[in-house]
């Protein structure tokens, strides 16, 4: 019978302050803990210590020495969620070459649309190796045909080559750790180059300053190893820290959601993180019966992340799963990005989700947060935005205009930060990187903030900022009001503008929704539009759609840039007639929304 790993181990506790993450590993294999993994019906199916882990990846390591490949070759991994890419990923750390998380998802529109995007990655990538676990190796065959690769398989064909005689010669702090594409929001996903020493400075900061780990931890997991939350917050940094972690697949995830409160309630996990998606989608399937099913009183780091934030679902989650022990000081709102490898500021441990709230309309008109005089509850002019922290320690943030003269607190920039967790850039993207990336170490994040009480706030991103009749009007604000109704289930909904006949932007509101009947679909859309018009003193033109039509990215959260696309491509097509857009015009921005994200 299989037993997990430990919680507890006899290891000094080290908070991730080594050089590489192979020495990282070689420490953590001294001890008793390591990753497991369990099936939809929260089996245990395979367990792997942090030894034999470290066992396996130096044995395939020869084996990818043994091709004969140029130091930091990039090899090409299928990221599912399994021990194959983790023996992988590590052995790529003793083998000297760089390995490369692909998405293990055909939710992006199928068989064609997936293997054309494992095509351009491969591509983008110069990957030399790619590899894949059995559900996925004919996709990433299909993908690799024509390509100048000198292996492509499973993990078992690589095995059954001879091993290398050469020593190994593990990457060293300042060569590449591996390349992390972004999830593709807005262009074509970028490979995002992290060195040892920079992933080694993020890792050592999330584990001492951010969750603060402490003897006893445990963590749990069902995100995707191909997202840098899932791959760098819950793979590399419970290792370095010799801290056990249970996983499971993120589509069972999606399909029982309430096994993740199952298993930490089994395994008594301290520490577990979500997109703020997660909380509402377990919320959606909880019932009352099942409260007294678990104990999350051991959960002491809730973290909160990978986009936007709203306190109010969060808040419910917490009021509803009270009874069960969770505490809503659990809550640990952040902000990352795979730019920064992953953390850029985390809110004080202990204190839960702190709100900030704001007059609405002086900040649309001013792009001023100044502070509502009462609560949000009470007042029609306020908003709520969600502190996210302090930058980590060695880093600065600064919040700039359009000219790059730096605002002071409380007026909305674009967020900028410095430190040693900053990438090299953008891999084979030098034009790229330089409009990004300053040659003194500022990195352009694209997200609009500002600074309150030296806390991080995010508004939103740049480029999804919808402007009309000179008010900033933020999608997640509408995209919020649809959800809200009960034909729409939580991200259900994206926002963006287009451009009208008369030069001006017009917002747009696409819905997927359930309801068949043709009265209550027109009731939905007037109530939306009403809504609309109330809270935020604009006109929208609202569409709806069946389910499954608006487009995601990679790590599953909505694409408003495709979604946009699809938008155009509609009404070019004659399929949409909002009005003041004429399909022509719609036919050229469409065009140029899809050549800029990549596509033809």
């Not at 908070?15 to 369990?38: I, V």
């Not at 199928?110 to 996925?136: F, W």
């Not at 999830?183 to 490979?191: D, E, L, Y």
């Not at 491509?569 to 857009?581: F, I, L």
Request: aromatic residues 8%.
């Amino acid at each position: 019978m299989l037993e997990a790993t430990p919680t507890k181990h006899r290891l000094q506790l080290r908070y991730g302050d080594f050089s590489t993450l192979t020495e990282a590993l070689d420490y953590a294999a001294q001890g008793e803990t390591g990753y497991n993994f369990y099936n939809g019906k929260g089996q245990l199916t395979f367990v792997l210590p942090y030894a034999q882990l470290r066992e396996d990846a130096i044995a395939i390591a020869k084996r990818l020495v043994g091709l004969k490949l140029e130091r930091g070759a990039r090899v090409a991994l299928v990221a599912d969620t399994d021990p194959g890419f983790l023996q992988l990923f590590y052995a790529c750390q003793y083998a000297g070459m760089v390995p490369v998380p692909l998405p293990a998802s055909l939710r992006l529109g199928g068989h064609d649309t997936y293997v054309a995007q494992l095509k351009l990655l491969l591509m983008n990538c110069r990957a030399s190796v790619a590899i894949a676990p059995e559900g996925y190796l004919a996709f990433l065959t299909e993908a690799a045909e024509e390509l100048p690769l000198s292996f492509i398989g499973s993990a078992d064909a690589l095995m059954a080559l001879p091993e290398s005689q050469a020593a190994l010669a593990p990457s060293g702090p300042d060569e590449l750790a591996y390349l992390q594409y972004t999830s593709g929001s807005t262009r074509f996903p970028r490979g995002v180059m992290i060195t040892n020493r920079t992933v080694m400075n993020n890792l050592g900061h999330i584990v001492r300053n951010g969750v603060k780990i402490r003897p006893g931890d445990r963590a749990i997991s069902w995100l995707p190893y191909y997202h840098d939350m899932g791959l760098v917050g819950l793979v590399l940094a419970p290792m370095a820290a010799q801290v056990t972690v249970d996983y499971f697949r993120t589509r069972d995830f999606a399909m029982r959601p309430r096994l993740w409160l199952s298993l930490i309630t089994k395994n008594k996990a301290t520490i577990s993180f979500s997109p703020p998606f997660g909380f509402e989608l377990c919320m959606q399937r909880l019932r009352e019966s099942d409260l007294d099913k678990y104990d999350l009183s051991s959960w002491r780091v809730a973290g909160v992340g990978a986009e936007t934030i709203r306190a109010q679902p969060l808040l419910d989650f917490a009021e509803k799963l009270a009874p069960s022990g969770f505490n809503t000081g659990a809550f640990l709102a952040c902000y990352g990005m795979a730019e920064c490898a992953l953390a850029v500021s985390f809110s004080p441990l202990g204190q839960g989700i702190q709100v900030d709230e704001v007059e609405s309309e002086t900040l649309a008109r001013t792009q001023r947060a100044f502070p509502a005089l009462k609560p949000c509850t009470q007042a029609m002019n306020a908003k709520e935005f969600v502190k996210c922290g302090f930058a980590l320690p060695d880093h600065s943030v600064e919040v700039r205009d359009a000219e790059g003269n730096t605002l002071p607190e409380r007026h909305v920039g674009t967020l900028f930060v410095k430190g040693p967790s900053v990438m090299s850039g953008y891999f084979g993207e030098k034009e790229l990187t330089r409009a990004i990336l300053s040659t003194d170490g500022w990195l352009n994040t694209g997200d609009l903030a500002y600074i309150a009480d030296q806390s991080i706030v995010i508004t939103g991103r740049q480029k999804d900022l919808i402007i009309i009749n000179g008010r900033n009007i933020w999608p997640q604000d509408l995209e919020y009001l649809a959800e809200n109704q009960p034909e729409v289930r939580t991200g259900d909904a994206s926002a963006f503008s287009v451009v009208g006949v008369d030069g001006e932007d017009r917002a747009v509101l696409v819905v997927e929704c359930r309801e068949s009947d043709l009265e209550r679909r027109s009731v939905l859309v007037d109530n939306l539009q009403g809504l609309v018009c109330n809270e935020l003193g604009i006109e929208c033109y609202i569409e709806l759609v069946p389910r499954n039509t608006l487009p995601r990215t990679t790590s599953g959260k909505l694409s408003r840039s495709g979604a946009k696309r699809d938008f155009l491509k509609r009404v070019a097509n004659g399929k949409a007639e909002p009005p003041g857009v004429n399909a022509e015009a719609c036919h050229f921005q469409h065009r140029l929304v899809s050549v800029a994200a990549g596509q033809s």
